[in-house]
């Protein structure tokens, strides 16, 4: 057991105590706003001007959430307490010595419903110290207190639906304006996530004034584009306030509302269908286009060139959608209707023609089977493309990855899935029991996370660019992958 002391670290008006050990310097449970309580709740976070000594030696809660036993091959991890007073960030340094090293800013996934900054599979300061980086993780609000769209049911003051978002950009001006006394170069810093934090960090290409908060992005199943019509959005609020008894316009009521209805009833408002959850119209909370937290979609954000000396990696896993099947969240599919029909969600009008492709390209699979590749690409795959592509068209640099490594755990079954790439791409896998004496992950890991590192280093993670070379690079895959 390593014994850590006492760090006192100025920054403006404020005094950071955190600890120091053999792996650095690290500042826990740091508030970055003010907490979202009583008048404060639903709506946009308040920046914090921490002043004197502020305590940063232990964690404070991950937002509030439905906690769920994970399998046994899940990756492990030392769990975390949950609260409404969660707008806080952890931050892993080799040493708080004014360095200007690369500054990495993680964003958590979970679907918008869960997730937190700390008490998961990675050993943050190990990799910060190893890396030779700062690293930086938010905690945000999620669920309906992070993206239930209440404006139209209660007024101007609550017109910012993306909360969570809110809270991510809140988080990234703290680091803008204090991470130089911590070691880092708040000139050099890079946005990474992964699913619902890739998702949220994509959107920021649709909101005004950021672009000199960050310098990079690298983007793991969430690319610009599960944008929320604002009338779906509506809808759902609408459904969930029927359900509590909260009428429109009622502050009290939404104000005490107990959290455990919350989070009771927004699992009772949302679908569990991954293809009924992303496509238009879809039942699930997300990033709203709400014209006031997100002034335009993100992929429009990208179009007008104004994030053109930005880089940008984006990447998939192959079998993205086989996860939800894994878990019997997703139903078989029984019939040739049953499946164009859930293609239809996506397209109606290219539903015939999609599956013919999809059959041609892979002949004899099951309807399921089918219609798991289709969510794979439909949902992550093809908008990670059209990213690259708007991105490209004015004139940034991007590229592209698919994560094709497949765990030998009950002969493969649970394929390159869903969230599988983001250990190795911090080169952690320690805890995750489905790399367990595979040397190949191993390897692997220790090339993704290499090129991760060199990417916030120089803005090319170490492979052709997407624009010029038309590929995308296979990790754990038999070669790169020309686009056709």
């Not at 009583?38 to 937002?63: E, H, I, M, S």
């Not at 408002?269 to 993100?298: C, K, M, W, Y």
Request: aromatic share 10%.
């Amino acid at each position: 057991m390593i014994s850590a002391t006492i760090v006192d670290i100025d920054s403006r008006q404020a005094t950071y105590r955190g600890l120091r050990d053999e792996k650095g310097d690290r500042f826990l449970g740091i508030a970055y706003a003010e907490p979202p309580l009583g008048q404060r709740r639903f709506k946009p976070p308040v920046p914090r001007d921490n002043a004197g000594l502020v305590d940063a030696t232990r964690y404070r809660p991950a937002p509030p959430q439905n906690l769920r036993r994970a399998p046994d091959w899940a990756p492990k991890g030392d769990g975390f307490e949950t609260g409404e007073d969660c707008l806080n960030l952890n931050l892993y340094t080799p040493a708080a010595d004014h360095a200007r090293r690369p500054v990495i800013v993680h964003a958590f996934g979970g679907g918008f419903q869960g997730g937190a900054a700390h008490g998961g599979y990675l050993d943050e300061a190990a990799f910060a110290l190893q890396g030779d980086v700062v690293l930086v993780r938010p905690n945000m609000r999620v669920g309906a207190l992070g993206f239930l769209s209440l404006g139209a049911a209660f007024g101007p003051e609550y017109a910012a639906a993306n909360r969570g978002m809110l809270d991510f950009i809140a988080a990234l001006r703290w680091v803008h304006d204090n991470i130089a006394a911590f070691g880092g170069d708040p000139d050099n810093v890079t946005l990474v996530g992964m699913s619902s934090g890739a998702f949220t960090i994509a959107a920021l290409f649709g909101v005004d004034g950021l672009a000199h908060l960050y310098r990079r992005v690298w983007l793991m199943s969430g690319p610009a584009s599960r944008i929320i019509a604002p009338e779906t959005a509506t809808a759902l609020a609408s459904d969930f306030l029927d359900r509590t008894g909260v009428a429109p316009g009622d502050e009290n009521a939404l104000r005490t509302l107990p959290v455990e209805t919350i989070l009771s009833v927004q699992e009772q408002v949302l679908a569990t269908h991954l293809g009924e959850r992303n496509a238009p119209g879809g039942r699930t909370f997300g990033i709203v286009l709400d014209g006031t937290s997100l002034q335009r979609h993100p992929l429009d954000g990208l179009a007008t060139g104004g994030f053109r000396h930005h880089q940008v990696v984006t990447g998939w896993a192959r079998d993205e959608a086989r996860m939800w099947y894994a878990f019997g969240m997703m139903p078989p599919v029984e019939t040739r209707a049953t499946l164009l029909a859930s293609i239809a969600r996506f397209d109606a009008a290219a539903a015939e023609a999609c599956l013919a492709a999809l059959e041609a390209e892979q002949p004899g699979l099951s309807f399921t089977q089918y219609e798991e590749i289709f969510l794979s690409r439909a949902i992550y795959r093809d908008p990670a493309l059209r990213t690259l592509e708007a991105h490209a068209a004015a004139g940034g640099a991007g590229f592209a990855y698919e994560f094709a490594w497949v765990p030998g755990f009950e002969g493969g079954r649970l394929g390159a899935a869903h969230g599988f790439d983001e250990p190795f791409v911090f080169g952690d896998l320690a805890r995750i029991p489905l790399a367990e004496g595979d040397r190949t992950a191993t390897d692997l890991a220790t090339m993704m996370s290499r090129s991760l590192l060199t990417y916030i280093r120089s803005g090319n993670p170490g492979w052709p660019g997407f624009a010029s070379s038309r590929t995308i690079r296979s990790f754990g895959g038999n070669a790169d992958i020309p686009l056709t």
